[in-house]
T-cell receptor, first 112, second 113 residues
Framework: ETGVTQTPRHLVMGMTNKKSLKCEQH?????MYWYKQSAKKPLELMFV???????ENNSVPSRFSPECPNSSHLFLHLHTLQPEDSALYLC???????????FGPGTRLTVT | QKEVEQNSGPLSVPEGAIASLNCTYS??????FFWYRQYSGKSPELIMS????GDKEDGRFTAQLNKASQYVSLLIRDSQPSDSATYLC?????????????FGSGTRLQVQP
């Protein structure tokens, strides 16, 4: 595996379900990010982790719960989502000291 | 005022022409500037980065930065149909310790064969 991988690529869940998104980076980076991309809107930053520590939470509702067990893995735990949470969820990573971010393929989430 | 502004397009150019994509930003302290390309249904792909005033060329792509005017642009020479995508401008301000990028909404480019 190379680059940034995300699983699953597509997810359909009901509002009462609990699911998790997984991201793994194989670039040796130490910072990881979750972004949300909705139709017709700019990419919205959700969370930033640097060396496993959360450094930014962009006022994200508590129904989204991130987890970063190490610098290579990032999870987004989902529960009691709303239909408006349907979007493309993108994971990215970067190397310390550099601003360039590299994105995974994303998870297309549909909440029914 | 949006932090990063782009014309949503679509910008339509004929094959072989120069496509010019523009971006303005509001934070005068911004230090790093990026262009990402995003094909429909795919994730953003980094294609150019620029940090100092002037031009930076990479193959058919040229990024131009003017910090005084808070303006960054991307020129695509000899445009190909495969360049048809949405181009996202992103900026970063490192002195705050903040690592995140701020993105514009993107400009959709259509290259007509």
């Amino acid at each position: 595996e190379t680059g940034v991988t995300q699983t699953p690529r597509h997810l359909v869940m009901g509002m009462t379900n609990k699911k998790s998104l997984k991201c793994e980076q194989h670039l040796g980076h130490n910072a990881m990010y979750w972004y949300k991309q909705s139709a017709k809107k700019p990419l919205e930053l959700m969370f930033v982790y640097n060396f496993k520590e959360q450094t930014e939470n962009n006022s994200v509702p508590s129904r989204f719960s991130p987890e970063c067990p190490n610098s290579s893995h990032l999870f987004l735990h989902l529960h009691t989502l709303q239909p408006e949470d349907s979007a493309l969820y993108l994971c990215a990573s970067s190397q310390g000291g550099r601003a360039e971010q590299y994105f995974g393929p994303g998870t297309r989430l549909t909440v029914t | 005022q949006k932090e990063v502004e782009q014309n949503s397009g679509p910008l339509s150019v004929p094959e072989g022409a120069i496509a010019s994509l523009n971006c303005t930003y509001s934070d005068r302290g911004s230090q790093s500037f990026f262009w990402y390309r995003q094909y429909s249904g795919k994730s953003p792909e980094l294609i150019m980065s620029i940090y100092s005033n002037g031009d930076k060329e990479d193959g058919r792509f040229t990024a131009q930065l003017n910090k005084a005017s808070q303006y960054v642009s991307l020129l695509i020479r000899d445009s190909q149909p495969s360049d048809s995508a949405t181009y996202l401008c992103a900026v970063n301000r490192k002195d705050t310790g903040r690592r995140a990028l701020t993105f514009g909404s993107g400009t959709r480019l259509q290259v007509q064969p």
